[in-house]
C-alpha cells in the first residue's frame, strides 16, 4: 500500500494549467512511475505465490489470517481485491504456458481460505439443529444442546450381521455393561496404541436409530464451529440416499463435490490433492448404487467424469485422492458391502449405556420430576429399557410417557412395545387433529382422512418391509398405489411418523422415522386387513373370511400362522413384527385405537389359545433367538407365567434343572440373557454339572466372559459345541476353565478349530486333569504357532504329558506367534529333560512368559539351577516359578501319584463303629463299644471317626465301602456331640460323599443335597483334593477312574478325611 500512497503524493504535486508538452511529459511519467509499482507489486505478489506453492497448506493459511487480523476491514477489502485480480492473471498466463497442474494448485490454495470459510459456514446452518424424528416444519433443537455422547467401541470386523437389529440389540445391551476399548467420536480417526499404520477408511456400524448420522453430523458441526477435528481442511458429508437419484449421471469427483456443495458459489476448489480431506458416506445399507469393486475402470483423476459408483469405489480403493481420509456409516446388514482390505477400522455405535439414556432424558425435559419419573418406569420394564439403547426410541418413549403424564392423573404407564406404539400414534392423530384440522380437545382424534393416511401409510410400510426397503423413492411409492402428493401431505400431517426430504434436484425422498416404526405401521395394516376383511396377508393363498363367526374361528389360526411365519423367517426379520401384531390382538390396546378400528371381537378366547400355541413351539427344538422372541410375544400377550416360575425357582436354594421341560430351559436362557446382573462369570455347577445343561446354556456361555466348566463329565460333544461357541463373531469368552473332565486328545482336536479362528477372544484355558498326552500336545503346539492365536494363560496340569508331549509342546512354545504369559504343567511327570525343552523354548521366545509352574514334577537339580538364572535375568521376562515340591515320586502317572497314607484318628471313633484290620476297616455295630472318654469321640446320631492326618496340599486316597456310607473331609473344629449339626455334610465344615446301595451317590455340604447320576455302582471310591486350589473331588473306581462329584470352594484350615458308617455297613482304607 507504501506504492500506492506515493504514487497519490506524486499525482497531487502536478499543477494545473501547464502546457500540452509539460502535461505529456508529466503524464509519460506518471506511467512510468505506475510501471515501477506495478512491477514491484508483480514481483512481491510473484515471490508471495512462490511460497504459497511451496508451503505447507495449514501453516499459510494460519499466517495469512494472522497478517490480516492486524488490517482495517477498507484497507483488507482493497488488499483481497488486488490479490484476487492478480492472481486470476496469473493463473491465466499459467495456462498459456501450458502449466494446467501448477494453476490448479495456485488456484486451490489462495482460495482454499475462502472455500474453508465458506463451508463451514455452509454446514454449521446445515448441521446446526436436529430434528428428533420430528420434519423440519417443526421446531428445530440445537444439536449441541441436546447431544448425548454415545457409547462406541472400537474393534470388530466388517462382516456382515443378517440378524435383525432388535436381536443385535438385546446382544449390544448385554455388552455395555462390560470393559472394552471404547472410543470418543472426536478420536474416530486416531490410530489405536500398538498401530503405526494411519488410518484412511472407517467403517462405523450401527442398526438403524442408534445415532450414526447424528454421530457424523456432531463431528462435521465441532469441524466447523473449530471445537475439534481441525487437522482436516475440508469436510465433505454425503448421504447415499442423496447420490442414489445420481445414479444415471457423470460426474468428476471435483464436479460431485461443487455438485453437493453449490451454495458455496462463489469460489471453486480445482482439485484435492494439496488438502488433507474428510469425506463422509452416511447409511451404506441405503445405497442403491451397483458397487462393484472387481469389474470396475481405475480412475485416479478427480477431474475425469464418470459414474457415481465408479466415484466411490475408486475413492474406497485408494485410486482415487489417496491421501483423503474416508468415515462410512452402516446398518451391520449392509457391511460386507465394503471389501475388508478397503477398511482400516472398524467401530460400532452401541446406542445410549444406562446413565446416557438418564442424561437424554434428562435434557430432554425441562420437568426433573417427570424426567425421574421416565427414567423410573424404562427400568420396570425390560423390553423398554433395551429398546431404548437406540436413541430414536428414547425420543419416541419421551413423547408418549409425556404426554401421557400430562393429559392422565395417574393411571398406568405404557409397559409393552406394542403399547407404547399405539400411544404414539395417538399422540400423532391429536396433534394432526388440533394443529392441522383445527379440531377442540373434545373431538374425536380419528376422522375418516385420518384412518385413510395411516392405512395407506401401513400399506407401504408392510409392502416396503417385505422388501427390506427403508427409505423410498416414487418409483416404490407408485408400487405401492401411493401418489407422491398425497405422500408429501402425509409427511406433513404426520410429521413424527413418515418424514419427506429432499434431495438433489429437489427429488423427494422418503422414510418412517425407525425401522420399529415401519415394523408396527406394517402389523397394524396386517391386522386391520384381517379384521376389516378377514385376508390373511401372511398367506400366499389369501383367504377371506367375511362371517364373524367364522372369523373369530380362524382368528387364533391367523396368529398361530404369523408365529410360524415369523419362526420360519431368516434371521428373525419378522421377530418385532410378530410382537406387535399379536400386541394388537389384545382388547386393552384395541381399546386404545377405538376410532381406528371399526370393529373388534372378543379376543380374550384367542389370546389364550395364541399364548398356548407358543408354550408348545418353545417345547420343541427352537434356536435361541427365536425361543427368546417368543418369550418377548408372551409379554406383549401379558402371559409371564413360565418365566416367573423359573425365577421363583431360581431364587429359592432348592432350585434344580433335573425336571424342567423344553420350554422352561428356554425360560432360564430368557432370564439369564435378559438379567441385569453382569455375566462375568457363569459357572455350570450352580445348574447341573452335566453335558445336556451346558448344551442348552450355550448362548449364555457365549455371552459371558468366563466360563467355568470344570468337573462337569463334560465329553467330545461338549468340545464341539464350545468349539462353534468360539468361532462366533459375538462370543465374548476370554477365559474357559474345562479342568477334569474326561476330554481326552479328541476332544482337545475338536475344540483346536474354535481356538485357530480369526476372530477368536480366548486369552485363558485350563485343561488341567482331562487325560490328555502327547497327542494334544501337538495340537497345542499348532495353537501356540497360529498367527491368530491369542491366548496368554495356558493350565495343562495333572496330566501325563511326559517327555514327548513337552518336547512337541515346546516347539509352540518358542513360536514368534506365541504370547503365552503364564504356563502351567504342574504334575505332568516332567523330568530333566523334558524340562531342558523347555528352556530351549524360552530362548527362543524370552519376551513374554511369566508364569512358570512345575511343581509336582523331578525336573533335576542342573535344570532348576539354568531355571532359577533365568528368573534372576532381567532380560527375560519371567518372574515367577514355581519347582517344588519335586523328586521322583512325582513321577507315577494319573493321581495316584498323589496318594498319602491314612491313620484313623481312634479317639474320634464312634461308640458304634469297630475298627479291625491294623486300624484300617471300620464296621458298624449294634453294641455301643467301651471306648475311653474323650473330647475329640464323636457322640452324635450317625457313627463316624476322622482320621489323623491334616491335609494341606494334594492327597488321594481310594476307600473300599459296602452298604451305606458317607466318605468325607472335615475340619477338625467340626462339632462332637448333638444331632444333624455335627453329621459330615450337614454343616460348613464338611464335605461328603454319599455312597448306598439301594440310592447311589449323591454328594452333601452345609444340608445341600446334589444328586449324581451313574450308570453303575462301584464299590471303591477314590477321593482327591488339592487344598490351595480349593478342589474336592470322588471318583468311581473300575479300570479308570470315573467321576463323580467335584466341590469347589476356598478351605480355610487343613481337611481331616471321615467316614459315616450306617447298619449292617463299612469301609476300608485301601493300599494305593
Known amino acids: 500500500m507504501k506504492e500506492a500512497s506515493s504514487l497519490d503524493q506524486e499525482s497531487s504535486e502536478v499543477p494545473s494549467g501547464q502546457s500540452a508538452h509539460l502535461c505529456q511529459t508529466h503524464l509519460e511519467s506518471i506511467f512510468m512511475l505506475v510501471e515501477d509499482n506495478i512491477i514491484s507489486f508483480v514481483k512481491k505478489q510473484l515471490k508471495e505465490l512462490q511460497k504459497v506453492l511451496h508451503a505447507d497448506f495449514p501453516e499459510y493459511l494460519e499466517s495469512q489470517s494472522k497478517d490480516e487480523e492486524m488490517l482495517e476491514a477498507e484497507v483488507k477489502e482493497q488488499r483481497e481485491n488486488s490479490r484476487e485480480a492478480f492472481v486470476k492473471i496469473t493463473l491465466h498466463f499459467l495456462r498459456k504456458i501450458k502449466q494446467e497442474e501448477l494453476a490448479d494448485s495456485l488456484q486451490n490454495k489462495i482460495f482454499a481460505r475462502r472455500y474453508q470459510y465458506e463451508l463451514k459456514s455452509h454446514l454449521k446452518k446445515k448441521f446446526g439443529c436436529v430434528f428428533e424424528g420430528i420434519a423440519k416444519t417443526g421446531n428445530p433443537t440445537l444439536l449441541n444442546q441436546i447431544y448425548t455422547e454415545l457409547y462406541i467401541t472400537e474393534g470388530g470386523t466388517g462382516n456382515v450381521n443378517a440378524k435383525h437389529e432388535i436381536r443385535q440389540i438385546e446382544t449390544a445391551s448385554r455388552r455395555l455393561h462390560k470393559k472394552e476399548t471404547t472410543i470418543r467420536q472426536e478420536d474416530i480417526f486416531k490410530a489405536p496404541p500398538g498401530r503405526d499404520k494411519p488410518i484412511r477408511t472407517v467403517l462405523t456400524k450401527g442398526v438403524a436409530g442408534i445415532g450414526k448420522t447424528v454421530l457424523t453430523q456432531k463431528f462435521t458441526l465441532d469441524w466447523a464451529e473449530k471445537k475439534a477435528n481441525q487437522n482436516f481442511q475440508f469436510i465433505f458429508p454425503f448421504a447415499f440416499r442423496e447420490l442414489n437419484v445420481l445414479k444415471e449421471n457423470k460426474f468428476s469427483l471435483v464436479e460431485l463435490v461443487n455438485l453437493f456443495f453449490s451454495e458455496i458459489r462463489e469460489v471453486r476448489i480445482c482439485s484435492f490433492e494439496d488438502f488433507q480431506v474428510l469425506f463422509i458416506f452416511d447409511g451404506l445399507d441405503e445405497c442403491r448404487l451397483p458397487l462393484d469393486f472387481h469389474n470396475t475402470d481405475l480412475i485416479t483423476d478427480p477431474r475425469k467424469s464418470t459414474s457415481v459408483d465408479a466415484l466411490l469405489i475408486n475413492l474406497i480403493k485408494g485410486n482415487l485422492l489417496p491421501s483423503a481420509q474416508l468415515w462410512i456409516t452402516t446398518r451391520p446388514a449392509a457391511a460386507n458391502q465394503i471389501p475388508a482390505e478397503c477398511v482400516d477400522m472398524v467401530t460400532e455405535v452401541r446406542g445410549f449405556t444406562d446413565p446416557q ?28 429399557h433395551i429398546m431404548c439403547h437406540i436413541p430414536v426410541f428414547c425420543w419416541i418413549t419421551a413423547t408418549v410417557l409425556e404426554d401421557v403424564l400430562k393429559t392422565r392423573e395417574g393411571g398406568q404407564l405404557p409397559k409393552t412395545l406394542t403399547d407404547m406404539y399405539i400411544h404414539f400414534l395417538v399422540v400423532q392423530t391429536k396433534v394432526k387433529k388440533f394443529k392441522y384440522d383445527g379440531g377442540a380437545e373434545t373431538d374425536p382424534h380419528w376422522s375418516p382422512e385420518s384412518r385413510k393416511m395411516v392405512e395407506s401409510l401401513g400399506k407401504l410400510a408392510f409392502d416396503q418391509l417385505q422388501k427390506d426397503n427403508l427409505i423410498f423413492y416414487e418409483s416404490d411409492l407408485t408400487e405401492c398405489g401411493i401418489d407422491i402428493t398425497a405422500a408429501s401431505v402425509y409427511s406433513g400431517v404426520f410429521t413424527q411418523l413418515f418424514r419427506e426430504e429432499r434431495g438433489l434436484y429437489q427429488d423427494k425422498v422418503f422414510c418412517f422415522i425407525h425401522l420399529s416404526v415401519q415394523e408396527f405401521l406394517a402389523a397394524l395394516h396386517v391386522h386391520l386387513t384381517f379384521i376389516n376383511t378377514g385376508v390373511n396377508l401372511l398367506e400366499e393363498e389369501q383367504n377371506t373370511s367375511r362371517n364373524f363367526e367364522t372369523r373369530q374361528h380362524t382368528g387364533s389360526q391367523f396368529y398361530e400362522s404369523a408365529v410360524e411365519k415369523a419362526l420360519q423367517s431368516p434371521n428373525g426379520l419378522l421377530d418385532l413384527f410378530l410382537r406387535f401384531l399379536l400386541g394388537l390382538s389384545l382388547q386393552s390396546n384395541q381399546n386404545l385405537l377405538q376410532g381406528l378400528l371399526t370393529q373388534t371381537g372378543n379376543g380374550s378366547q384367542i389370546n389364550q389359545e395364541t399364548v398356548q400355541y407358543i408354550k408348545k413351539k418353545l417345547n420343541e427344538n427352537l434356536s435361541v433367538e427365536k425361543s427368546i422372541n417368543l418369550f418377548h410375544c408372551l409379554n406383549e400377550l401379558n402371559d409371564r407365567a413360565i418365566v416367573e416360575k423359573i425365577q421363583q425357582s431360581l431364587s429359592s436354594e432348592q432350585f434344580s ?130 498367527q491368530f492365536c491369542s491366548l496368554i494363560e495356558l493350565d495343562l496340569s495333572n496330566n501325563d504329558l511326559a517327555k514327548s508331549g513337552v518336547k512337541v509342546l515346546s516347539s509352540g512354545l518358542g513360536s514368534l506367534h506365541c504370547k503365552l504369559e503364564t504356563l502351567r504343567l504342574s504334575g505332568c511327570l516332567i523330568t530333566d529333560e523334558a524340562c531342558g525343552f523347555l528352556i530351549s523354548a524360552l530362548s527362543s521366545n524370552p519376551s513374554y512368559l511369566r508364569e512358570l509352574d512345575l511343581s509336582y514334577n523331578h525336573p533335576g537339580q542342573e535344570q532348576v539351577k539354568q531355571l532359577s538364572a533365568i528368573l534372576k535375568d532381567p532380560s527375560w521376562g519371567l518372574h515367577t516359578l514355581r519347582v517344588e515340591p519335586a523328586g521322583v515320586r512325582w513321577l507315577r502317572p494319573g493321581l495316584r501319584k498323589y496318594s498319602c497314607q491314612l491313620t484313623i484318628d481312634t479317639n474320634t471313633v464312634h461308640t458304634n463303629l469297630q475298627l479291625s484290620d491294623n486300624n484300617r476297616k471300620v464296621m458298624f455295630v449294634w453294641e455301643g463299644l467301651p471306648y475311653p472318654d474323650h473330647p475329640d469321640r464323636f457322640d452324635c446320631i450317625c457313627p463316624q471317626l476322622l482320621c489323623r492326618n491334616g491335609l494341606t496340599g494334594r492327597c488321594y486316597w481310594e476307600v473300599e465301602w459296602r452298604g451305606g456310607v458317607y466318605i468325607s473331609v472335615s475340619y477338625r473344629t467340626i462339632r462332637r456331640k448333638g444331632r444333624t449339626g455335627c453329621v459330615f455334610g450337614k454343616n460348613d465344615q464338611s464335605w461328603s460323599l454319599s455312597c448306598s446301595d439301594y440310592c447311589g451317590y449323591s454328594a452333601w455340604h452345609n444340608k445341600q443335597k446334589t444328586s449324581i447320576s451313574s450308570s453303575s455302582v462301584s464299590k471303591r471310591v477314590a477321593v482327591y483334593v488339592d487344598c490351595p486350589a480349593g478342589t474336592l473331588s470322588f471318583y468311581r473306581v473300575s479300570n479308570t477312574l470315573i467321576h463323580l462329584h467335584t466341590f469347589n470352594t476356598t478351605f480355610t484350615e487343613p481337611l481331616y478325611p471321615g467316614f459315616t458308617v450306617s447298619f449292617g455297613s463299612s469301609v476300608c482304607l485301601c493300599v494305593v
Not at 439414556?357 to 423398554?384: M, N, P, V, W
Not at 446382573?677 to 455371552?703: G, I, N
Not at 459345541?721 to 476353565?737: F, R
Open 357 to 384: 439414556k438418564e442424561e437424554y432424558f434428562r435434557k430432554r425435559s425441562r420437568d426433573e420430576k417427570q424426567a425421574s419419573r421416565i427414567i423410573s418406569h424404562i427400568k420396570t420394564s425390560r423390553s423398554l
Open 657 to 786: 434343572t433335573d425336571e424342567l421341560s423344553p420350554a422352561q430351559w428356554s425360560a432360564l436362557v430368557f432370564i439369564l440373557l435378559s438379567s441385569e446382573e453382569d455375566l462375568e462369570v457363569f459357572d455350570l455347577k450352580k445348574y447341573s454339572a452335566s453335558e445336556d445343561a451346558l448344551l442348552r446354556l450355550l448362548p449364555v456361555v457365549k455371552a459371558s466372559q468366563k466360563a467355568l466348566l470344570n468337573s462337569c463329565n463334560l465329553s467330545e460333544r461338549s468340545c464341539e459345541a464350545l468349539s462353534s461357541v468360539l468361532k462366533m463373531e459375538d462370543c465374548e469368552l476370554t477365559a474357559i476353565d474345562l479342568s477334569n473332565n474326561n476330554l481326552r486328545d479328541s476332544g482337545v482336536k475338536l475344540i483346536s478349530a474354535g481356538l485357530k479362528h480369526p476372530h477368536i477372544t480366548l486369552k485363558t484355558i485350563r485343561l488341567s486333569g482331562c487325560d490328555l498326552s502327547q497327542r494334544s500336545c501337538e495340537i497345542i503346539s499348532s495353537i501356540l504357532s497360529s
